[in-house]
C-alpha cells in the first residue's frame, strides 16, 4: 500500500519540479530583461508580451495535464482501496477456516476417542464372554447374568445403547442347540431387526450356519433366538468381523427411539489368535458374536454439549463408505458456505467416517476491511480534493495575476494619462484665468459702488486662489509623472530668502507678526541649485506659518548640517526663553530627529561626512512659528496631499493642502528630508535639509565697499534677534558689535572710548529702557558734531505705527522697519549717510542690475521676422548694455553668424517663415562644427587665431513655454529658450547659464 | 491743469490700461525709453501700426478669395499676434488668438468675423497710439531734452 502511494508521489513531485523550473526560468527571463537596460524599449516590451503569452499557454497545459493526473488519482486509489477490501476479507475468511478446521478436528478427535473407549469396553465384553461362557461348561453366564452385567458396566459405554451376544452354530448343530435353548433360531427381516414382535418372527429356514442372539440387555430382549446372519447388514458385519478379528461397524440405520445410530459387531473366538493370524483361520477360530449399538446422535450431542462454543458450529457425521454419504448426525440443512470435513477412524478400516464442520451464523461482514478501504478511498479522496483545489486556486491565481497585471498595465496608463491631462488642463485654464483676473483688475478701477467693490475683490481672490491652485496641481502633476527636473544654476541663497522675506512683508506687517531671516556665515555665498524650487519651498513653509500664527514670530534659519550637529546641545539648552519675540516655541530639534542623516551621525561618529562629495553641501532649513501649532492627531497626515487639519482649517485659511505634499516632493528632489515638530498652540517647526553644490568663490555684489570703514552697534536685550540684526549688517560688510545691555553700554561710553557710526536699537529694547534712552541719545548726539553716530530704530511690526513715528519724531530717528533685508538695510544706511540712492530698483525686466552687468558690451544679433517684435527684443537687450544686431530672417542670421565673427549671443524667433529658427541653428552648428574640424586640422583663418573652438549660444524665442518646446530647442542644439515678450528672471537665468561660465572660462 | 499733455498722455495710457487696450508689456517698452534712445515708443507703435495695417490688408485680400489659404492666414496672423504681444496690444493678441483658432478649424466665417473685430480693435487701437504719439511730440517740444 506504502510502496503504491510512494510510487503515486513520485510523478506529483516532479510536476513541482517542472513548476519550480518554470519560475526559475520566468524569474530568468525576467532578470534577462531587466538587466540590459539600453535595451530598446519597444523590443523589451514584445519580449515579455510574448513571453507573457508563451506562460499563459503554457500554464493552459499543464493544468489540462493536471486535470489528468487528479482523474489518474482518484481511478488507482480506488483500485487499491478494493484490493484491500478484497485482500483484508480474504484474511478474515482464512482465519475464520483455520478456527473452523480447528474446532472440527477437536471434535472429530474427541469422538473419536469416546468411541474408541466403547468399542475397548465392548472388546473387554466380549473376552469376558468368551471366558466365561465358553471356556467354562457348564456357562457361567446366563441371560440373566448378562443383562443385569451389561446394565451394571453401561456407564463404560456411553455410547452404546444396548449389547446383545450371538453364539455360532452350524446347521448340524442347530437341533441341538434349539432343543437346549428351549427356542428355534428365527429370522430377521432384511435391516428390520427389531420391528418384528416375538410372536410373528418366522422360523430360519435352513443354512450352513446361524448366528442366533442368546444374551441381550433387558432394552433389547426381544433380539433374543434372531439369527443375526439372516439380515444382510448384519451377516454382512459378522462375516467381516470374524475375517478381521477387530470391530465392525454397520452403515446407519435408524434405531427404535428414532434415530441413527450403527452396530459394533466384535467376534469372539475360540482362543486367542496371534495378530498376523489369516482370515480363514480366524473363520475357524470364531465361535459367537458381540453386538454393540451405538446411538451416534447421542454420542455426538453429549459430545458437542462438553465443549464451549457448541453453538457456534454445526457438526455433520457421515458415513462415507459409499458414494454417496449417509447421514449419521446432524441437521440434513447443510446449507452453504464454509465446510470443513474431518476424517473419524473408529476403527473399522472398511468404513469409513466424515465430520462436516459449518458455523451456524452466517460469515460476519468484514468490517474491520470495509472501513479500511473506505477510509482509504476518502483520504485519497481528500487528497484528491485538496490537490484539485489547490490546482485550482493556482490557475484562479494565475488568472487573478494576469487580470492584475492587465488592470495595472491599464491603471499606470490611466496614470499617465491623468498626469498629462492635468498638465494640459491646468496649463490651458491658466491663459484664461490671467483674463479673468486683468479683468477683474480693471474692473476694480472703475467706478463701483461698495458691495460691487466688495464682489470684485472676492472674484478676483477666488481667481488668484485657483491660479495659485491650479500651478500646485500643475507641479503636483509634474513631479507625479517625473517631469519636474530641477534645475542647477548658481545662485544666492541669502537674496533668495530676502525676496521671500520681501513677499510676505505687506502679511506680516498686517498682521503684527516678526519675520525674520538668518543665514549661517557658514553657508557659501553662491551655491548651485533650483533657486526657484528652494524659494518655493520656503515661501510655503513661511506662508503656512504666517497663515496659522496671530502673534509672535516666524524665524527663518538657514545652516550647513555639520553646524547643526556640533552645536545640538546648547540649542537644547537655550530653548523657550531665548526665542526672537520671546514666546515659547517648539523644540526645533524634534523636527529633524527623524532624519536619516542625523540618525546615521548619531550612531557613527564624526567622520560619517567622507561620503558626501567635496562639493556638495547639506543645508538644514527650519521655519519656526509661534502659531496654533498642529494637533497631535493630525500630525501624521500633514504630508499627504490635500489632507488638512481639519475642514474649518480649509474654511478659516483657505489653501488646498497641497503645499506640504509638492514641498516634500521638491525636497526628495533635492536628496533631502523634510520634518516637523508642532506643539498646540505653542508652535510649529518645519526643518528640511537639501543637498546643494558649492559654487567657486565669486566677488561678492552685496558688500558694498562703502560700508567697509564703518563700524555699527546693535542694543538688544534679544540676543537672537541681535544675532538677525548683525547677520545683515554683516553681509553689508558693517562690523558689528551686539549689546544686549544698555546700561553697560552707556558706562562704557562715558569712558570715552571709540564707537560705532551707527547704533542701532530695536524698538523694544527703547520701550524697556525707556527711561535711559534720553540720556544715550543726548550722549551720542553731543560728542560730536561732525562724527555723531546715525540712530537707528529698528520697527517691529507688533508695536502699532503711531507710538513708533512718535519715538522717532521726538529723537530725530531713523526708522528701518522689520523684516530686515540686505537690499533693504542698505537703502536705510546709504539715506541716512547722506548718500543718493543711485541704484533704482524696479521690478521686471527693466532695471535688473544683475541683467545688465551680464548683457554689459555684449555682442547680440536678434532674429526675428516680425518686425515689431525685433524692435522690442533689441530695445530691451540693449536697455542692458547690449550692442544688438538685428536679422529679420534665418538666412540673414546664417550669413552674419558666419565664423569667425564677433557675436557671443544669438535670440532667435522660432517661428519664422522660410527657415525657422531650428532649421537656422541646426545650419549654424554644421557650420561651427565644420569651422572647428578646420581649427583642430590647424587651418585657422588668421581672424580667429586665438579661439580653440566656436559655438555660439543661440536662446531659442517663443510665445509658448512648454515642454515640448525646449526638447526640441535642445535636440537643434539650442541653449536655452526664452519667453517672448521678455520676462525678467527667466532671461536672466537663460543668460546666466552660458555667460557667467563664459566668464569663467575667460 | 487738466488741460496739460502730460495729464492728458497719462490719462490716456490709464484708460489704455483699463480698458485692457494694453497690457504691462507696453510699461516695459516705456521703460525701454531713455536717453540713448529717445524715440524708442514712438518708433516701435509706429513699427507696429504700419506692419498691422498691412497685415490686416493681406489678411482682408486672402479671406476674400473663394478658396481660403488657411495656412498663409495663419501666418500672417501669427506675425500680429506676436506684434501685438511685443507692443503690449492686449486685446488685439487675444482676439489674434481666437482668429488662429478659427483658422485651424478653417472656418472662414469665424475668420471673417474675427477680422472684422480684430480690425475694429486695431484702429482703436492706432488711433488712439496716434493722440498718444502727438502728445509725446507735444511734451518732447514743450520740454526738448
Known sequence: ?1002 | MAATPMNQLSALVNNMFATGLLDEQFQQLQMLQDASAPDFVSEVVTLFCDDGERIIGELTKLLEKSSVDFDRVDAFVHQLKGSSASVGAQKVKNTCIQFREFCQQKSRDGCLKTLDSVRTEFYDLRSKFQTLLQLERQIQGFYPK
Request: aromatic share 8%; charged share 25%.
Open chain 1, 1 to 1002: 500500500m506504502t510502496g503504491t502511494a510512494r510510487g503515486r508521489r513520485g510523478p506529483a513531485g516532479m510536476e513541482e519540479k517542472g513548476e519550480a523550473a518554470g519560475l526559475g526560468f520566468l524569474g530568468l527571463d525576467r532578470m534577462r530583461l531587466l538587466l540590459p537596460l539600453p535595451l530598446p524599449e519597444k523590443l523589451s516590451a514584445r519580449t515579455l508580451r510574448t513571453h507573457l503569452y508563451n506562460h499563459y499557454l503554457g500554464s493552459r497545459k499543464v493544468r489540462e495535464q493536471r486535470r489528468w493526473l487528479l482523474l489518474l488519482w482518484v481511478v488507482i486509489w480506488s483500485l487499491i482501496s478494493c484490493c484491500i477490501l478484497f485482500l483484508m476479507s480474504s484474511q478474515a475468511v482464512e482465519k475464520r477456516r483455520e478456527a473452523l478446521a480447528s474446532m472440527c478436528d477437536e471434535r472429530a478427535r474427541m469422538l473419536q476417542d469416546q468411541f474408541n473407549v466403547s468399542m475397548n469396553h465392548l472388546q473387554a465384553l466380549a473376552i469376558l464372554i468368551s471366558t466365561f461362557h465358553h471356556s467354562k461348561n457348564p456357562s457361567a453366564i446366563d441371560q440373566l447374568t448378562f443383562a443385569r452385567y451389561a446394565e451394571r458396566t453401561a456407564f463404560e459405554r456411553p455410547l452404546t445403547s444396548g449389547v446383545a451376544y450371538a453364539v455360532r452354530v452350524t446347521h448340524a448343530e442347530r437341533e441341538q442347540f434349539e432343543r437346549e435353548q428351549g427356542w428355534s433360531i428365527k429370522k430377521m427381516y432384511s435391516s428390520k431387526k427389531q420391528s418384528p414382535g416375538p410372536g410373528d418372527a418366522e422360523v430360519r429356514e435352513p443354512a450352513a450356519e446361524y448366528a442366533p442372539v442368546i444374551f441381550a440387555q433387558d432394552a433389547y430382549k426381544h433380539v433374543i433366538s434372531f439369527d443375526l446372519l439372516s439380515g444382510n447388514d448384519d451377516r454382512e458385519n459378522v462375516l467381516r468381523a470374524r475375517e478381521s478379528g477387530k470391530g465392525v461397524l454397520t452403515a446407519p440405520f435408524e434405531l427404535l427411539n428414532n434415530r441413527l445410530g450403527v452396530i459394533s459387531t466384535y467376534t469372539v473366538y475360540e482362543s486367542e489368535l496371534p495378530p498376523n493370524a489369516r482370515p480363514h483361520e480366524r473363520i475357524q477360530a470364531a465361535i459367537g458374536y458381540l453386538g454393540g449399538i451405538f446411538d451416534i446422535e447421542a454420542l455426538v450431542d453429549k459430545l458437542l454439549h462438553q465443549l464451549a462454543g457448541k453453538q457456534s458450529i454445526m457438526v455433520n457425521v457421515y458415513d462415507t463408505t459409499k458414494e454417496s454419504p449417509i447421514s449419521m448426525y446432524g441437521s440434513s440443512d447443510t446449507g452453504s458456505g464454509m465446510c470443513h470435513v474431518s476424517t473419524l477412524n473408529f476403527g473399522d478400516p472398511s468404513r469409513r467416517h466424515a465430520m462436516h464442520c459449518r458455523f451456524i451464523q452466517k460469515p460476519p461482514w468484514p468490517w474491520l476491511a470495509i472501513t479500511s478501504s473506505f477510509g482509504t478511498i476518502v483520504i485519497a479522496l481528500l487528497i484528491g480534493y485538496i490537490f484539485h483545489a489547490t490546482v485550482k486556486r493556482i490557475a484562479k491565481v494565475e488568472d487573478d495575476y494576469q487580470e492584475m497585471m492587465e488592470l495595472k498595465k491599464r491603471a499606470e496608463a490611466a496614470d499617465i494619462a491623468k498626469s498629462q491631462f492635468l498638465a494640459t488642463v491646468s496649463h490651458e485654464i491658466r491663459t484664461p484665468m490671467n483674463g479673468v483676473l486683468g479683468m477683474l483688475q480693471m474692473l476694480m478701477d472703475t467706478d463701483l459702488d461698495t458691495t460691487q467693490q466688495d464682489y470684485v475683490r472676492t472674484a478676483q481672490a477666488s481667481g488668484k486662489t485657483l491660479v495659485s491652485l491650479i500651478n500646485e496641481v500643475l507641479d503636483q502633476a509634474k513631479i507625479e509623472s517625473g517631469k519636474l527636473e530641477l534645475e542647477a544654476v548658481p545662485f544666492d541663497l541669502r537674496t533668495v530668502c530676502d525676496d521671500i522675506l520681501s513677499l510676505f512683508c505687506g502679511k506680516v506687517q498686517e498682521k503684527g507678526l516678526e519675520l525674520a531671516v538668518y543665514v549661517s556665515d557658514q553657508v557659501p555665498h553662491t551655491l548651485i541649485g533650483d533657486p526657484g524650487r528652494i524659494r518655493q519651498i520656503i515661501t510655503n513653509l513661511v506662508g503656512n506659518s504666517i497663515k496659522f500664527t496671530e502673534r509672535g514670530h516666524i524665524y527663518l534659519t538657514v545652516q550647513v548640517v555639520e553646524e547643526v550637529m556640533s552645536c545640538l546641545e546648547v540649542e537644547t539648552a537655550t530653548q523657550y526663553t531665548k526665542t526672537l519675540s520671546g514666546y515659547p516655541v517648539a523644540n526645533r530639534r524634534r523636527s529633524w530627529e527623524n532624519f536619516r542623516l542625523f540618525n546615521r551621525e548619531l550612531h557613527s561618529s564624526d567622520v560619517s561626512f567622507a561620503p558626501i562629495a567635496s562639493d556638495s553641501i547639506s543645508l538644514i532649513i527650519s521655519v519656526e512659528d509661534t502659531g496654533v501649532g498642529i494637533p497631535f492627531e493630525a500630525q501624521s497626515r500633514v504630508f499627504t496631499p490635500f489632507m488638512q487639519v481639519g475642514p474649518s482649517i480649509a474654511r478659516i485659511h483657505g489653501g488646498t493642502g497641497i503645499g506640504l505634499s509638492i514641498s516634500k516632493c521638491l525636497v526628495g528632489l533635492m536628496k533631502g528630508e523634510i520634518g516637523f515638530a508642532s506643539k498646540p498652540h505653542v508652535g510649529s517647526t518645519f526643518t528640511f535639509t537639501a543637498v546643494l553644490m558649492r559654487a567657486r568663490p565669486s566677488s561678492n555684489e552685496n558688500k558694498s565697499l562703502d560700508f567697509k570703514e564703518i563700524n555699527a552697534l546693535v542694543v538688544d536685550h534679544r540676543p537672537l534677534r541681535a544675532k538677525v540684526t548683525k547677520y545683515h549688517l554683516q553681509r553689508l560688510g558693517v562690523k558689528t558689535e551686539l549689546t544686549t545691555d544698555l546700561d553697560q553700554f552707556v558706562s562704557k561710553m562715558n569712558c570715552g572710548s571709540r564707537f560705532a557710526k551707527l547704533v542701532l536699537i530695536d524698538r523694544e529694547t527703547w520701550l524697556k529702557e525707556s527711561h535711559s534712552m534720553p540720556l544715550l541719545v543726548r550722549k551720542l548726539r553731543n560728542k560730536d558734531q561732525t562724527d555723531s553716530p546715525k540712530l537707528f530704530l529698528l520697527e517691529n511690526p507688533t508695536s502699532s505705527v503711531k507710538s513708533s513715528s512718535h519715538i522717532s519724531r521726538e529723537y530725530n530717528l531713523n526708522v528701518i522697519m522689520k523684516p530686515l533685508r540686505a537690499s533693504m538695510l542698505q537703502v536705510s544706511l546709504r539715506r541716512a549717510l547722506g548718500e543718493v540712492d543711485k541704484v533704482h530698483c524696479r521690478n521686471g525686466v527693466v532695471g535688473n542690475p544683475t541683467l545688465g552687468s551680464l548683457l554689459h558690451k555684449k555682442q547680440i544679433i536678434v532674429v526675428d521676422d516680425n518686425i515689431v517684435n525685433l524692435k522690442v527684443a533689441a530695445g530691451a537687450l540693449k536697455k542692458y548694455g547690449a550692442e544688438v544686431t538685428c536679422a529679420d530672417s534665418g538666412k540673414k542670421a546664417i550669413t552674419l553668424l558666419k565664423a569667425p565673427h564677433s557675436f557671443d549671443a544669438c535670440f532667435m524667433d522660432i517661428q519664422m517663415p522660410e527657415m525657422d529658427g531650428f532649421e537656422a541653428t541646426k545650419r549654424i552648428r554644421v557650420m561651427e562644427r565644420d569651422l572647428n574640424e578646420r581649427l583642430e586640422r590647424g587651418e585657422v583663418p588668421p581672424e580667429c587665431a586665438n579661439v580653440r573652438q566656436w559655438r555660439t549660444p543661440i536662446l531659442a524665442m517663443t510665445a509658448d513655454v512648454i515642454q515640448a518646446t525646449h526638447e526640441q530647442c535642445l535636440k537643434s542644439e539650442m541653449d536655452g529658450y526664452v519667453s517672448k515678450p521678455f520676462e525678467g528672471e527667466q532671461l536672466y537665468r537663460e543668460v546666466a547659464r552660458f555667460f557667467q561660465s563664459h566668464d569663467q572660462v575667460q
